[in-house]
Each structure stands twice: as structure tokens, then as C-alpha cells.
């Protein structure tokens, strides 16, 4: 029996196509979420065709998703609590479910590790999926390289998206998946136009949100503003996070946009903005998770970080800006020049992932209703 634990919808993303794979053959898991981001899971889970948690350990902070540090402490004694609670239970549906005992958590986000942790406490062999990437500077970023490190500490079966990733990893087991299951999630989204009003044939995203940049003031004002030039000649979408909201508002840099050519727009759920990116001829973001989607995508994409953790697209269709805006700029004035040239590779990751739980014996036939009847 697996016990799945996600908390972030960039998690249940990731996560999809392999629960996805899982269900299609017919195997027992049980999935639980810590309400990290609590706002939009509903969705992303209905989009996906995807179940409902079967536990809720905690739900956002007062059910909204975390968004400052001071939101941090309620949520986490949420989680420990319930986990206290619902630990004699959820070892025993992992203890008699079909198959072996399991517990299956994603990527570099405070759930990973408190699920991690989880597993452990519960004394079952924890599997990490998106493992061994590695920035190796602790601070950037932060708290994502840390929590990696944690995992990968806390984990016995670690999945890597790649060669390089699954070097990074030692001791345990080592499964080099080929590539991220992003790919795979990407591929799971029909096809179909935005829900928005395009600005043209030719136009770009820009998707920023992290602490780093949103912090500093004089920072944020000039990508803004260097953004903001560059739109005169390719129109801009800005997705308005509500963090970035948040710090756009506290710095009063409201005035570097218009409603033609630097134009804010909501955030959009998973497929929707997948089709979005579909249609951009270039990407402005400081997301890795978005930084692996162009690359699959094969759009040119400008990583606004001062380091990152993922290889794919360096050298291709992404250029790390390390936070210089002369880079931003170099970028802007001709992002057709980046495109990808990496083939991909043939195997599915999510089956990777699904073919080696099956052949050690933790993914296993069974219905659902056996996990409720343990579960009361």
C-alpha cells in the first residue's frame, strides 16, 4: 500500500500523471495532503480526474494558502497534530493494504520533508520523487535546497529526473527516471485556447513570485521597469500572484503597468495556463517548475534566479539571469535566439516510476473501498 503526501499544487502537478498511472493499473493509494496551498488542489485534482484526498492534515493557513512566514508555526502544529492522530490508523491500512508498505512524496517544498519525516515515523521506506537536484548553495534558493538535502537524507528510494540528478544521490536506491514527470503532465492537457484576451500574435508571460526578488525593492522596481520597456516592442502578461500583488502594492509600483502592452492578469489553474504558455513566444519567470515546462514546451524562457537546481534548457531555450538586469535585457531584445536542441528521451517517467513500484512490490492490485474500511 503507498501513502502519497503532496502539499503544493506544484507537487499535485508533478504527482498527477503518476497517481494517474497508478489508477489505470488498477493499484491501491492513499492520498493525503497537507493544505500547503490549499487554494486551487480542488481544482487541480477535478482537472486532472483525480480523487479528493482521502486526509486532510491541516488546510492552509485558516484556508487560504500559506503565504507570508507568520502563517508558517498555526499550519505546521496543524500537521504534526494531525498526523498524531492519524498515524495508528494510516500504519495500519500501510501495514495490511495490498502490497508492501510505502509512503511516496515529491520535490523540495516543507511537505516533502514533513512527509518524509512522516514516513519515517510510521516505519515504512519513504520514496522521493524529483530527487538529487542540487544548486549546492544553501542559500539560493532557500529553504528548497535544504529541504532537498533533508529528503534525500530521509528518503530510501530516490527518483531522478536524469543522469546528473541521480549522481547527486548516495545511498539508497537510485532510479533514473530520464526526465521530469512534468513532461508527462504536460502532455495530459488537451489542447485548447487560454481563457483570456490575447495581445496579438507575438506576446510573452512574465511569472515572478520569490521571496528574493519580491523583498527587494530597488530590485523588483528595475526588472518592472526593464519589463516594462521591453513591452512596447512584444506585449506582456503578467500573472498576478497574490504575493507579487502584495509587493508591487507595498512598493507602489502599480504605474509601470497598462491595459495594452504590460497587462496583469490572474492566476490561472494548471491547463489553462499550460495553453497560455502554449501560445507565448517567450517566458520571464523565477520558477524552476516553469523553467522544466518550457523546456518541454520548447519555448525560449529567461530564469529570473541567482542560481537554480534544474538542468534543463541551460545553454538551449533558458538563460539564468543570476538577478543582472543586463541579462534581462540582453534576453528581451531577441528571445527567438534561445530554442531547444536536446532530444527528449523515449520513456515516460510517471511509468518509470510505476514499473519499479510494481517490480519491488509496493504498487499493488486492490479497491478503494478495502483502504475505507481500515480507515473507518
Known sequence: MILVIFGTTGELIKLAPVLLELDQRGHAYFLATTGQQVDQIPTFLHQF?????DVWLACGAEGRDLSVPADIP??????????????????????????????????????????????????????HVESGLRSFDLRNPFPEEMNRRLATTLARIHYAPGPWAAANVRGGEVVDTRSNTIRDSLALVPEGDPPLSLPGRQFGIVSLHRFELLRNRPLLS????????????????????????AAVERFRLEG???????????????????RLQRKCAFVVTDSGGSQEECFYLDRPCLLHRVRTERREGLGENAVLSRMKIDILRDFLDDPSRFRRRSHLPAESPSKVIVDHLERRGFAAGGKRRMLEARLG
Open 49 to 53: 480526474g483525480l480523487r479528493q484526498p
Open 74 to 127: 498555526g499550519w505546521l502544529s496543524m500537521v504534526v497534530l494531525s498526523c498524531l492522530r492519524e498515524g495508528p490508523r494510516l500504519r495500519q491500512a500501510l501495514a495490511q493494504g495490498p502490497g508492501r508498505g510505502l509512503v511516496l512524496v515529491h520535490g523540495d517544498t516543507m511537505t516533502t520533508v514533513l512527509g518524509a519525516a512522516f514516513g519515517r515515523t510510521l516505519r515504512f521506506p519513504v520514496a
Open 222 to 245: 528595475a526588472t518592472l521597469t526593464t519589463l516594462a520597456q521591453a513591452a512596447q516592442r512584444t506585449p506582456l502578461l503578467f500573472i498576478d500572484h497574490s504575493v507579487t500583488r
Open 256 to 274: 509601470v503597468f497598462d491595459e495594452t502592452r504590460f497587462v496583469r492578469v490572474p492566476r490561472l489553474p494548471f491547463f489553462d495556463f499550460v
